[in-house]
């Protein structure tokens, strides 16, 4: 009988522990999905880079860094969640392009090379894709510069972290050219990149220019709250 009970602990414990390793997620979220890529060996500072965007918003970044622009070979990811704005841009894209169902490569000759760009299109029923350097289809050139503007956003993101741990002096100049690229539309989606925003805005130490122009940044993720009167000062 106390054998008999010290093996039911034993296999009570086996089955608690092996349950305790199972993974907590079954895997990527389900539904439509986008993809985008851009490989190009010359690229700067990415030579290689893929988004993959889920309907639900849940995106994926992989990056690898051109060596030649800091030495740097280690592969860069980033998991973040795409604004409702532009997520609904890419999906009515897809929707608009038949889901990237075609040839969309431009037919003008001596067009400069820039990288092969990939598109697909990934549901439960359609597996689409398409590949151009360079297209003049206004939808896709549209999606193309959207997801070059994010690819800039993760850029930044990461050389500002890097700044702010190692030349804070020099967090200024690369903030100011933030903001100007983000003005020109050229660098979206700030909230990818709003820790180190927040840390720099909130940092005593760091100059008062580099703050008031991570504030500046950061009201375009919330604007609302940027302008509106604190709660304890409202009547």
């Not at 592969?75 to 890419?90: C, G, K, R, V, Y």
């Not at 050229?186 to 130490?205: F, G």
Request: charge should be neutral; hydrophobic fraction near 35%.
């Amino acid at each position: 009988m106390a054998n008999l009970r010290i093996l039911l602990i034993t296999v009570s414990l086996l089955a608690t522990g092996l349950y305790a390793q199972a993974p907590l997620s079954s895997g990527p979220p389900s539904g439509p999905t986008v993809v985008f890529n851009l490989s190009w060996s010359k690229g700067l500072p990415w030579t290689d880079y893929t988004f993959t965007v889920n309907q639900s918003g849940a995106t994926h970044f992989k990056g690898a860094v051109n060596p030649a622009e800091s030495g740097d070979t280690d592969p860069f990811e980033q998991d973040f969640t795409m604004s409702d704005a532009t997520l609904q841009q890419i999906f009515q894209i897809a929707k608009a392009t038949d889901y990237f169902q075609g040839q969309f490569e431009t037919r003008t000759k001596n067009v400069a090379r820039t990288g092969t760009k990939t598109l697909e299109f990934h549901s439960p029923t359609l597996n689409t894709s398409t590949s151009y350097n360079f297209s003049s289809n206004p939808s896709i050139e549209q999606i193309t510069r959207l997801f070059q503007s994010l690819a800039t956003t993760i850029d930044y993101g990461r050389k500002l972290s890097f700044q702010y741990r190692f030349d804070k002096l020099g967090m200024d100049a690369r903030l100011k050219e933030l903001v100007e690229l983000h003005a020109k539309g050229m660098a979206d989606e700030m909230q990818v990149i709003e820790p180190i925003l927040r840390k720099v805005a909130d940092d005593d130490n760091m100059m008062h220019v580099a703050r008031t122009e991570a504030r500046q940044l950061l009201k375009s993720i919330h604007p609302a709250a940027a302008t509106s009167t604190p709660a304890s000062a409202q009547p």
